[in-house]
């Protein structure tokens, strides 16, 4: 099985530089189609499904592989020396920022630039750092998942998106987590939010953009200014989108920053 076959890899866009979409948890590269037109003249657009989502092959999931971010941070760089892709830019939402973090950490040179989109490092919170959720609240939340997948989807999907007002966002990310393969979805889920990436971060050395939206129940405003305080190269822009979700609930306000900031302008 090749890495293309694999991560269900597609390629786009008439530009030289590269740039790579990586979605969050329990989402595919669909969570894009709103952003990449707006960079597909400019840049060599990847896009891109982890195992065990969308439309890569679940055959290949390995849960010892798997068992940390740095499998799929693993993945990431195959896929980019499968490409010869180096010096690009990686856009990562949610659990997928810190997942750009890692492989940019391990190969310095395939990133320039890294856009992460409501990241957090940690979830739970420790001591002086805040992420959000007490552990009990992660593990009553993992124990849900475990018990019943669908109605957790259903429950939880329009309360990281946000957005009660349109309530076809909530039912599209509901759809999207439903699609997952339930299994392989529970220990994606363990593996994201109890992770601890916080010491990766100074470890970083491409520009980074932390795009962080308001009223976002999954990674506060506190979070996403710790990331960029961490980083030897963040930026941070605090969007006026709301929810966990802004490539599809505010894709306009988040190619704009992407762009004010990949063109060295004022976020």
């Known amino acids: 099985m090749t ?12 530009g030289a530089k590269p740039m790579v979409f990586a979605h969050g948890f329990g989402c595919d590269q669909n969570m894009w189609r709103f952003v990449t037109p707006a960079f597909e003249r400019d840049y060599r657009i990847v896009l891109f499904d982890h195992v065990g989502c969308g439309g ?48 940019s950490r391990k190969e310095p040179d395939l990133f320039d630039e890294l856009v992460m989109i409501g990241p957090s490092p940690r979830y739970i ?28 989807s259903q429950a939880m999907a329009p309360v990281i998106m946000g957005n ?3 309530p076809e966002l909530g039912e599209e990310l509901t759809n999207s987590f439903c699609m997952t393969d339930p299994e392989i979805a529970k220990k994606f889920a363990r593996v994201t939010f109890l992770s601890d990436n916080r010491a990766d971060l100074p470890a970083v050395k491409a520009r980074c953009l932390v795009l962080q939206c308001s009223e976002d129940v999954i990674a506060p405003q506190s979070v996403g200014e710790y990331v960029s305080r961490q980083l030897p190269n963040g930026e941070f822009v605090l969007l006026q989108a709301t929810g966990h979700c802004p490539n599809l609930s505010a894709p306009e306000e988040t190619v704009a920053a992407m762009k004010a900031f990949l063109e060295g302008r004022p976020g």
Request: glycine share 8%; aromatic share 8%.
């Open 164 to 166: 009660p007002d349109r």
């Open 56 to 103: 890569s092959q679940l055959s290949a999931y390995d849960p010892q592989k798997y068992s940390s971010l740095e499998g799929y941070a693993d993945d990431v760089i195959e896929i980019c020396r499968a490409l010869d892709l180096t010096h690009g830019v990686f856009v990562g939402h949610s659990v997928s920022a810190m997942i750009g973090a890692i492989a």
């Open 125 to 152: 919170d420790d001591r002086e750092y805040t992420g959000g959720f007490s552990e009990a609240q992660i593990h009553e939340l993992l124990d849900f998942l475990d018990a019943n997948h669908m109605g957790w």
């Open 3 to 14: 890495t293309l076959r694999r991560n269900n890899v597609k390629v786009i866009g008439s």
